[in-house]
C-alpha cells in the first residue's frame, strides 16, 4: 500500500472518530445544556425526557417535549405554550438555530401537541420586516390539538383531534393579512371543531374535516356574525353588508393554498344557506384592491336559501332550492375589474319561489338559466307599495324563455346577442306615473343590446299612462331586430326595430271622454287592418258640456274597417310613415258642438300648419273614405235642441297627404270630397294646400245641386226659428284663403223659395210675421245669376278653418239676395209690429179723447148683436140726436 493512501485512511479514520466523538458530545451536551442553552439565548423555555441528535444528518427526536415562552407578555415575538409526545425533526439547520436564532428543518412531526401558539404582533408596514423564527418545508400533525391567538389574546384559530400532513406549510401574520392563515402545497387533513376568527365582524366554525385519496369532506360550515345589524351601523358605520352562510355539508378535491390562492375542484355545497343585511353606508373605493385569488373547477350547490335584506328591514331578495353547476369560475386581478368580477367557462343554475323587490315585486315560480339559455315559469309582478316608482306593473306571465348569441363586456360596456325571447299568456297592466326629472345624466352602461326575434302570445295587457288605458286583448306580437345601441358619447341610446307583426282582439282604449274599441287589429311593417272600429263617449252631452272647460267638439265614430298599405317605423329614433293607400269604409261619424261654453282662446291653426307640425316624415299617397256618413251638430244657449247637418253617402280622395319632412318629395294635398248634403242633394268638394307653404294658404271650391230647402231645416229650425221650403237649385263657390281671411267668387240658383217664422218654442207658425217675411222674399232667381265677389271675409284666428269656410258662404248668401231679404224681412217685420202698436196706441188716444168729450149719461145696455162688433167699428160709429134735449 502506497504512503500517500495509507495517510489518506488514517486521516479518514481520525475525522470519523472526531465526528464519532462530537456526535456523542453533541448528544451529551444537548442532553445536558440544551434546555439551559435555549433558556439564555432564546425567548422560549423547553423541557423534555428523551432527546437525539444526529449531527450528520441534523434529525433530531424528541419526547415529552414542553415548551412555554419565557415572556408570555413579549408580542414581538411568536408565543408558545405547551407539549409535545413525540417530535422529531429531519434536517435541522444548527447553524441558524445557534447563530441566527431561527428554527428551520425540511420535515417536522408531532405527536399528540397540545398546544397555544401567540402570534407577534405585525411589524410597521414601512419597514417591511417580519420575524419569522420558524421555517417548515413539512409538516405532520398527528392527534394534535392546537389553539392560535393574535398578539392581542384573540382567538384566531382553533382545532381538535387535528391530523395533518402537509408540504410546504407556511403559518404567519402575512398569511392573515392576506386572509389565508396557512398556506401549503399538498395536504391531508382531518380535524374537529375548527374555530377561525378573521376579524371583529365574523367567526367561522367547522364540525368536521376529513380527507381521503384528495378528496376533502366539511360538515357544518358557519361564518357566523359577531355583531348584529345595528351594531354593526354603530361600531363599523362604513361597512355595507353583514353575512350569514352556512353548509350542512360540502365536499371538494384538490384543495391548493399558496400565497393567496385559493384552488379547488369538484366542489360540491349541500343546503348552503346565505342571510345578507344591507346598511346604508356609502360604499368605498378601494384604493388598492386584494391579491385574493379564488379558482373552482367543478362546482356543484344543490338546494341552496338566499335571502338578501334591504336597510329597512325588508327583504330584497329571497331565493329558495337554488342549484347551480359551474365550470372553471375564477376570481382574480384580471375578472375584478370586470362588470361581472367571476369568470366562468359554462353553468347551469336553477331555482324556484325567487322573490325580488325594488320598485316592484317580481315574483319567479321557477327558473332555470345556463351561459346560452334561461326560462321562467309563473312569473309575477306588483307594484312595491312601500317603495313606489314612476312605472307600476302589474303583470302574470305563464312562461317566458331567451337564447343568447353572445354574452360579453367590452370595455366594461354590455354586448349582448339575444337569438329569440319567447312571452306566454302575459296578463296585467302597466302604469306610467309622471315623468321624474333627471338631476344628472348618467352614463350609459350598454354597448348593444340586440335581440333578433320576441314573441309574445296570448297575452292580455293594458298600458295605461296619465290614467288613459290602452288594452291589448288576444294579443300576438313578432319583432325581429331590436336594437338598442349607446349614442357614440353613451349618454343615451338609440332604438331600431326590423320586421314585426302584432294582431290584438277586442283592443279598447279608455280616455277622459271616450272608449275606443277595436274588433280586431293587424298591424306589421307595410300593412294595417283595423276591423270594427268605435269610438263611444262615456258621458252624456249635458255632462260633457258641464265638463269642459271652453267649446269642445265631442264625437262618437265608427268605422267597419280601416286599412293602410306602405312602409313605416314608429318605434325607432328615427322614426316615419309612407303608405301608399290608406281606405276607410263605411265610417259612421257624429261630431256635437256646444256654443254655451266659452270661445277657446288659443289659436286655431290651418291644416297644412298642423302638418307641417308634425315632427316625423309623414307621406300618404291617397287616403280613401268611402261609404260614409258625417253629422255635424251644434247648439247655443238660444237654440231648442242642436241643429244638424247631414252629409251622407261620403266619399273622400286625398292625395299626398304630408308632413313635408322628406326631402324631395311633392308637398301639395288635393282633396276631392262626393257626397250627399242632408241626405237630398249631391255635393261636391275640391279643396287643396301646400303644406310646405309658410303662408298656409288654401284653395276651396263646390257644388251643390237641387237641394230642397227643407233639407236645411235641422240646422236653421233651432237657431233662427225660421223654417223654408222650396229648392236651391245650384250653389257655387270658390274660394282662396290664409290665416288672416278668405276671397272668392259664390253664386246660387233657387225656386219657389218660401219662409216661415216660428213662435219660440218652435211649435206654432206666425202667420201675419211669415206673410209679411214672404213679400220681400224672391222666390225665383230664374237663370243662374252673375256670381257675386266674396271679399275680405275676415279670419278669427280662435276659430277653426271651417268657421272661416262658413262665414264665405254666409256673405255670399247675403249677397245672392236670400241674405239680403232675410235681412229686410227682419227690417219690415220690426216696422209693421213697431206700426201696429204706434197705431194701438194712437186708437187708444183718440178713444179716450171722444169719452171725455161726451156728456155724462147713463149708459144704456148694447144690444147683444151690438157686443160682437170691434172695438174700432164701435169708436167710429155715427152719432145719432137725442129726441129731446
Known amino acids: 500500500m502506497r504512503k500517500w493512501v495509507k495517510k489518506l485512511l488514517i486521516g479518514f479514520g481520525i475525522l470519523l472518530g472526531v465526528i464519532l466523538l462530537a456526535n456523542f458530545g453533541l448528544n451529551i451536551w444537548l442532553k445536558t445544556q440544551l434546555p439551559n442553552y435555549i433558556k ?43 407539549t409535545i409526545d413525540t417530535l422529531k425533526v429531519s434536517r435541522f439547520g444548527i447553524y441558524d438555530a445557534v447563530f441566527n436564532k431561527q428554527i428551520n428543518s425540511s420535515d417536522l412531526l408531532l405527536s399528540s401537541p397540545s398546544l397555544n401558539i401567540v402570534l407577534a404582533k405585525p411589524v410597521d408596514n414601512k419597514t417591511g420586516k417580519k420575524r419569522n423564527p420558524f421555517l417548515f418545508e413539512n409538516i405532520r400533525i398527528n392527534n394534535g390539538s392546537i389553539s392560535i391567538f393574535r398578539h392581542t389574546k384573540q382567538k384566531f384559530l382553533s382545532v381538535q383531534d387535528l391530523n395533518l400532513d402537509v408540504e410546504n406549510l407556511q403559518m404567519t401574520e402575512e398569511s392573515v393579512e392576506n386572509q389565508l392563515p396557512v398556506v401549503f402545497d399538498k395536504y391531508d387533513i382531518k380535524g374537529k371543531n375548527f374555530f377561525v376568527r378573521p376579524d371583529n365582524i365574523y367567526a367561522l366554525k367547522i364540525k368536521s374535516i376529513t380527507t381521503s385519496n384528495r378528496q376533502m369532506s366539511v360538515e357544518d360550515f358557519r361564518l357566523i356574525p359577531l355583531l348584529n345589524i345595528d351594531q354593526l351601523k354603530r361600531f363599523y358605520p362604513k361597512r355595507t353588508k353583514l353575512y350569514q352562510f352556512s353548509i350542512p355539508k360540502m ?67 329571497v331565493a329558495k332550492s337554488l342549484n347551480l353547476n359551474a365550470n372553471t369560475l375564477k376570481f382574480d386581478k384580471e375578472t375584478r375589474e370586470q362588470v361581472i368580477p367571476v369568470g366562468y367557462k359554462n353553468f347551469q343554475f336553477s331555482g324556484k319561489d325567487i322573490e325580488y323587490s325594488t320598485h316592484q315585486n317580481y315574483s319567479i315560480g321557477s327558473i332555470a338559466l345556463n351561459q346560452k339559455s334561461g326560462e321562467m315559469r309563473n312569473i309575477s309582478v306588483t307594484p312595491n307599495v312601500l317603495d313606489p316608482g314612476r312605472r307600476a306593473m302589474n303583470l302574470k306571465a305563464n312562461f317566458a324563455s331567451f337564447n343568447i348569441n353572445k354574452f360579453e363586456f367590452i370595455n366594461r360596456k354590455l354586448n349582448l346577442d339575444i337569438k329569440d325571447i319567447l312571452v306566454d299568456k302575459a296578463d296585467g297592466t302597466i302604469k306610467i306615473g309622471e315623468k321624474i326629472a333627471r338631476k344628472v345624466r348618467k352614463e350609459n352602461n350598454v354597448e348593444l343590446i340586440l335581440a333578433r326575434k320576441v314573441i309574445l302570445k296570448n297575452s292580455n295587457v293594458a298600458y295605461d299612462k296619465g290614467g288613459e288605458p290602452l288594452v291589448f286583448n288576444d294579443l300576438n306580437a313578432t319583432i325581429n331586430n331590436v336594437e338598442y345601441k349607446s349614442k357614440p358619447n353613451y349618454y343615451g341610446h338609440t332604438l331600431k326595430v326590423g320586421d314585426y307583426f302584432l294582431t290584438t282582439r277586442n283592443f279598447v282604449y279608455k280616455t277622459k271622454f271616450y272608449n275606443m274599441t277595436v274588433g280586431l287589429l293587424k298591424l306589421n311593417k307595410n300593412k ?131 308632413s313635408a319632412k322628406t326631402k324631395g318629395k311633392p308637398t301639395k294635398v288635393d282633396i276631392r270630397i262626393n257626397c250627399s248634403f242632408m241626405n237630398m242633394a249631391p255635393l261636391a268638394v275640391n279643396w287643396s294646400f301646400d303644406v310646405a307653404d309658410q303662408r298656409d294658404v288654401f284653395n276651396i271650391s263646390g257644388r251643390a245641386l237641387n237641394l230642397p230647402a227643407a233639407g236645411i231645416n235641422p240646422f236653421i229650425r233651432p237657431y233662427l226659428h225660421v223654417t223654408a221650403t222650396g229648392t236651391i237649385q245650384e250653389m257655387i263657390f270658390n274660394f282662396r284663403g290664409n290665416p288672416k281671411g278668405l276671397n272668392g267668387r259664390f253664386n246660387l240658383r233657387h225656386k219657389d223659395l218660401k219662409v216661415a217664422i216660428l213662435d219660440k218654442n218652435n211649435n206654432e207658425k206666425k202667420g201675419f210675421l211669415s206673410a209679411i217675411a214672404n213679400l220681400v222674399v224672391k222666390s225665383n232667381s230664374g237663370k243662374l245669376p252673375q256670381d257675386v265677389m266674396i271679399e275680405d271675409v275676415e279670419r278669427d284666428p280662435t276659430k277653426s278653418f271651417f268657421n272661416l269656410f262658413w262665414r264665405g258662404i254666409e256673405q255670399g248668401l247675403k249677397k245672392t239676395l236670400i241674405g239680403i231679404n232675410i235681412d229686410k224681412t227682419k227690417k219690415t217685420v220690426q216696422k209693421t209690429v213697431a206700426g201696429v202698436k204706434d197705431m194701438k196706441q194712437s186708437v187708444k188716444e183718440i178713444g179716450q179723447e171722444i169719452k171725455r168729450s161726451r156728456p155724462e149719461k147713463k149708459e144704456q145696455p148694447k144690444p147683444a148683436e151690438e157686443k160682437k162688433k170691434g172695438f174700432l167699428k164701435g169708436v167710429f160709429k155715427k152719432k145719432e140726436k137725442p129726441e129731446a134735449e
Open 40 to 82: 439564555n439565548n432564546t425567548d422560549y423555555k423547553i423541557s423534555y425526557k428523551l432527546l437525539e441528535v444526529d449531527l450528520l444528518s441534523g434529525n433530531i427526536l424528541s419526547t415529552g417535549v414542553s415548551v412555554n415562552s419565557k415572556n408570555p407578555q413579549n408580542i414581538n415575538v411568536i408565543g408558545l405554550q405547551g
Open 251 to 317: 365536499e371538494f378535491k384538490d384543495v391548493i393554498l399558496k400565497k393567496n390562492i385559493v384552488s379547488l375542484a369538484n366542489a360540491d355545497f349541500q343546503y348552503p344557506n346565505l342571510l345578507v343585511f344591507n346598511t346604508d353606508a356609502v360604499p368605498i373605493k378601494i384604493k388598492k384592491p386584494s391579491d385574493f385569488e379564488l379558482n373552482l373547477e367543478d362546482v356543484r350547490v344543490n338546494n341552496a336559501t338566499v335571502k338578501i335584506v334591504k336597510p329597512d328591514g325588508n327583504n330584497l331578495l
Open 528 to 658: 294595417v287592418q283595423i276591423n270594427n272600429f268605435e269610438m263611444k263617449p262615456l258621458v252624456s252631452r249635458a255632462q260633457f258640456i258641464k265638463m269642459i272647460p271652453v267649446e269642445r267638439d265631442l264625437y262618437d265614430l265608427k268605422a267597419n274597417q280601416i286599412s293602410a298599405e306602405g312602409n313605416w317605423d314608429l318605434f325607432s329614433e328615427n322614426k316615419f310613415i309612407t303608405a301608399s293607400h290608406v281606405v276607410i269604409q263605411s265610417a259612421d261619424a257624429n261630431i256635437f258642438r256646444s256654443k254655451i261654453p266659452k270661445d277657446d282662446p288659443k289659436e286655431k291653426p290651418l291644416y297644412s300648419r298642423m302638418l307641417r307640425s308634425i315632427k316625423i316624415p309623414l307621406i300618404v299617397n291617397n287616403l280613401d273614405l268611402k261609404n260614409s256618413v258625417l253629422v255635424y251638430e251644434e247648439d247655443t244657449p238660444e237654440s231648442l235642441g242642436p241643429g244638424k247637418l247631414t252629409f251622407s253617402n261620403f266619399n273622400m280622395n286625398v292625395k299626398n297627404l304630408n
